[in-house]
T-cell receptor, first 115, second 115 residues
Framework: GAVVSQHPSWVICKSGTSVKIECRSLDFQATTMFWYRQFPKQSLMLMATSNEGSKATYEQGVEKDKFLINHASLTLSTLTVTSAHPEDSSFYIC???????????FGSGTRLTVV | AQSVTQPDIHITVSEGASLELRCNYSYGATPYLFWYVQSPGQGLQLLLK??????LVQGIKGFEAEFKRSQSSFNLRKPSVHWSDAAEYFCAVGARSGATNKLIFGTGTLLAVQP
């Protein structure tokens, strides 16, 4: 079946630095990928929709300059958390559309801790 | 606006007992409904989905869900729970936004299984 690889699985960074998270569709092409943020014991909140070859569409309240999304190819989308702060610590999950209207496959997530 | 409510934050059942997780949705049109399961520190796995047709949907791992339009519900059931079913369960509704189909998640139900 469709597989989405997310890397790294976990990362610790210092406050003020930037962190890049990769989301790859391994065996299919994905024109659309989604980035979610999940706080402990809470649901997934959609941050942005990543479209190959065009700018990402951000949800209301999400800072575009802080969470940079690049979808340069049909198999790779990246999320860069710029100038990270402790409040950015969270679990970030990507998903890619494999086919059909709602054929989404999720990555295994990235645990970001900013110290 | 579309929304999903999962009234039960945490449920504990004994192994071998039956399970029902509740989900209510708010959506103006015919909804696309989903149940996902998330193990700790992992991404989401699709259990089942409802688009149209038979209102009783069978999924993986012995799960089923029933769509009841009159009650705006899509409850997840399993006749006999196994210890490996302990995880967090998310109900979601598909929402059209421009040219993109997005998933809106409920807050999740954490399932604990007692021996």
């Amino acid at each position: 079946g469709a597989v989405v690889s997310q890397h790294p699985s976990w990362v610790i960074c210092k406050s003020g630095t930037s962190v890049k998270i990769e989301c790859r569709s391994l065996d299919f092409q994905a024109t659309t990928m989604f980035w979610y943020r999940q706080f402990p014991k809470q649901s997934l909140m959609l941050m942005a929709t990543s479209n190959e070859g065009s700018k990402a569409t951000y949800e209301q309240g999400v800072e575009k300059d802080k969470f940079l999304i690049n979808h340069a190819s049909l198999t790779l989308s990246t999320l860069t958390v710029t100038s990270a702060h402790p409040e950015d610590s969270s679990f970030y999950i990507c998903s890619a559309r494999e086919g059909g209207e709602y054929g989404y496959t999720f990555g295994s997530g990235t645990r970001l801790t900013v110290v | 606006a579309q929304s999903v409510t999962q009234p039960d934050i945490h449920i504990t059942v004994s192994e071998g007992a039956s399970l029902e997780l509740r989900c209510n949705y708010s959506y103006g049109a015919t909804p696309y409904l989903f149940w996902y399961v998330q193990s700790p520190g992992q991404g989401l796995q699709l259990l089942l989905k409802y688009f149209s047709g038979d209102t009783l949907v069978q999924g993986i791992k012995g799960f089923e869900a029933e769509f009841k339009r009159s009650q705006s519900s899509f409850n997840l059931r399993k006749p006999s729970v196994h210890w490996s079913d302990a995880a967090e369960y998310f109900c979601a509704v598909g929402a059209r936004s421009g040219a993109t189909n997005k998933l809106i998640f409920g807050t999740g139900t954490l399932l604990a299984v007692q021996p």
